[in-house]
């Protein structure tokens, strides 16, 4: 068996069994580094019983720690109590690069933390987009700041999410790079016989329904577009805190047999209820890049969404008609779309996805990133510690004093538990 | 009797066995913690009995108001502490594979006591390597699938050895059970080659 070029470790408290954006990048830009023939470990907290090692397609390894999370999925930040279980990963798996996802996530930020510690070259993906003002958003960008004033290089998912992060961060601009995310085309495909358009067109909303993703919004545009089109129906999939607001809309304008519920749908059905519908629906108040409409695209669906975030970034202008986040602009977008559906070809869009975006390129630009963050020189402790006292006049030395505890832990463990006596993991090969 | 052996700074691995022809012959595998690590144990014992006797004799000899009495308290304590905790230190823990009869495990404590477990053959589904993840480490052990029984049976309930000394006993193990090793091959070529 041939030994893999970079043995990357990818941490995140988000990935399977969990649905989303994150889970799914981690997941898909494994399988392809793993392809390129680079070994792939993932490290993320328990869920449920799922704990302990776990093998999934193509041999990724999943560390499941048996950390439990206290809040929107995440592990209780405790700073140092996550650096043994790092350092034992990092040593059994031979790791050279740690490739942390997600600013929400606390695993990420502080198994990042250990690993400039402990001389790894590090590599950030952010996926989301904050605010500046509000309470949760200055701590946050704080914890980012600290998190990104030693990192080798960053990769962002938009050019307003790059933007975005180094804004936050103070980060040098040439340390960002912008990758996309992608979409697997092969799962999404169009319908063998597409619906006709002729008597209802369908619009199909698929996202969490909660504040973020614009749920209010769809609760003033869905009874006006019903208005102004009798041939119009809605499926809506999705669930969450505004669900009962949709649900009071559908019995306050009667549109119980034009508005369909669906509720929750598990990722594994979602291509079929897309290729049920016409045009896709984004009603998003905040995006930095959206997965979900690469996918209707990819079914062959047009898109209708808000011109937020990155969102204008992810497909070209003939595929998708874009609307600010206000109830009027969406309607008038919506009509707009009904009047060029007759001229969308479902498989040709599906083909030029095809095109636009593959894991495969998504893996390949990583890689660069990863030969980058190789080659940065490795700073020293005194050098690194310039860098957090740069973060701020009280926050700076916060962050020093945070790493220096942090080094002196990590000392004490190797002397507690030599490097020579962590004992190094079997690389299995399953493509055999 | 033939033996081999495995040693690393914390545990060595002993295999013994009455012949190497003979399947039918009983099969005994050993990991005994390491010399040091033994002595260390009962310098802790030694160190109980001296906090017991240093703490009755401030208690009888110190004048009543004298404040350093009260310190005879913690020492008693701790002593007490350090005595029941040093019972629990394991020395040795062996695998004894009868073939066509079932498999013995024991556990022999510092204090002299061994706790033994028997396994009939015909309750063992299969033998398996398995890694685990405990909040702060990463270990390999060895487990056994029981037949009508959820939980896997650790194989060393106390000890951790290394993967080297897990794959002869699980190697062992199949060779008893019949159970084909194939799906294991990565590791043992990545043991020998280390």
């Known amino acids: 068996m041939a030994e893999p070029k970079l043995r990357v470790l990818m941490v995140s408290d988000f990935f399977f069994p969990n649905f989303g954006g994150v889970e799914n990048h981690i997941y898909y830009l494994s399988q392809c580094l793993l392809n390129l023939g680079h070994k792939v470990v993932v490290m993320t907290h328990a869920y449920g019983n799922r704990t302990g090692v776990r093998y999934m397609t193509g041999g990724l390894k999943v560390y499941y720690v048996p950390w439990r999370p206290f809040a929107m999925q995440n592990t209780f930040p405790t700073v140092y109590g996550t650096l043994p279980i790092v350092r034992t990963i990092l040593k059994r798996e031979r790791i050279t690069v740690v490739h942390g996802h997600q600013a929400f996530s606390t695993l990420c ?3 990042l933390m250990h690993a400039r510690t402990m001389g790894y070259r590090v590599v950030f993906t952010d996926h989301s987009l904050y605010g500046f003002a509000d309470v949760g958003s200055i701590h946050m960008n704080k914890v980012l700041q600290f998190t990104l004033a030693d990192i080798d290089q960053a ?13 936050r961060s103070g980060l040098s601009p040439g340390k960002v790079f912008m990758i996309p995310n992608a979409v697997d085309t092969a799962m999404f495909k169009p319908a063998d016989v597409r619906p006709s358009s002729d008597d209802v067109i369908t619009i199909v909303v698929i996202s969490r329904l909660v504040y973020r993703k614009g749920a209010d919004l769809l609760v003033e545009v869905i009874p006006e577009v019903c208005r102004l089109y009798p041939n119009v129906r809605f499926v809506v999939g999705g669930d969450g805190p505004k669900h009962v607001r949709l649900e009071e809309m559908r019995e306050k304008h009667s549109l119980q047999d034009r508005v369909e519920m669906l509720g929750a749908v598990p990722h594994s059905r979602v291509r079929s209820v897309l290729v049920t519908g016409h045009i896709f629906l984004n009603s998003s108040l905040t995006e930095a890049f959206c997965i979900a409409i690469l996918e209707a695209a990819s079914c062959g669906l047009l898109t209708v969404s808000t011109r937020v975030g990155g969102v204008p970034e992810v497909l070209p202008d003939d595929m998708v008609v874009l609307a600010e986040p206000d109830p009027d602009d969406m309607v008038r977008a919506i009509e707009k779309a009904i009047s060029i559906l007759p001229s969308i070809n479902p498989e040709e869009m599906h083909n030029r996805m095809k095109k636009l975006y593959s894991w495969q390129d998504v893996a390949k630009r990583t890689e660069i990133v990863y030969d980058r963050a190789l080659k940065c020189s490795n700073r020293n402790l005194l050098e690194r510690l310039s860098r957090f006292l740069s973060c701020g006049a009280w926050a700076g030395k916060v962050f020093c004093m945070v790493m220096i505890i942090d080094y002196l832990l990590w000392r004490l463990l190797q002397f507690l538990q030599p490097d020579d006596d962590v004992e190094e993991a079997p690389d299995i090969n399953f493509c055999n | 009797m033939v033996s081999s052996s495995i040693s690393n700074k914390r545990y060595t691995y002993i295999h013994e066995s ?10 005994i595998h050993h990991v005994i913690i390491n010399g040091s690590r033994v ?15 240093l703490a009755i004799i401030m208690y009888f000899l110190l004048g009543k108001d004298n404040p350093v009495r ?6 008693l304590l701790s002593g ?5 905790q040093s019972r629990k230190f394991v020395k040795k823990e062996s695998v004894i594979i ?26 063992i589904l299969k033998p398996v390597l398995v890694e685990c993840v405990t909040p702060v480490t990463c ?5 056994l699938f029981l037949r009508g029984e959820e939980q896997l049976t650790l194989v060393f309930k106390e000890l951790r050895p290394t993967l080297k000394m897990l794959v002869p006993i699980w190697k062992a193990l199949c060779a008893v059970i019949g159970t084909d090793q194939s799906e294991m091959m990565t590791e043992e070529e990545h043991v020998v080659a280390g």
């Open chain 2, 39 to 53: 002595t260390g144990y009962a310098r802790l014992r030694w160190l109980a009995f001296f906090l017991v006797a």
């Open chain 2, 18 to 27: 009455e012949s190497e022809a003979n399947r039918e012959a009983i099969d």
């Open chain 2, 70 to 75: 009260t310190l005879s308290w913690s020492c």
């Open chain 2, 80 to 84: 007490f502490f350090v005595m029941i």
């Open chain 1, 155 to 167: 990769i962002c998912v938009s050019h307003t999410s790059k933007e975005n992060t180094v804004l």
């Open chain 1, 109 to 111: 930020h502080e198994a």
């Open chain 2, 98 to 123: 009868m073939p066509t009869f079932g498999i013995q495990l024991e556990t022999q404590y510092l204090s002299g006591k061994t706790v033994s477990m028997f396994i009939p053959i015909g309750k």
């Open chain 2, 139 to 143: 270990y390999w052990s060895l487990s």
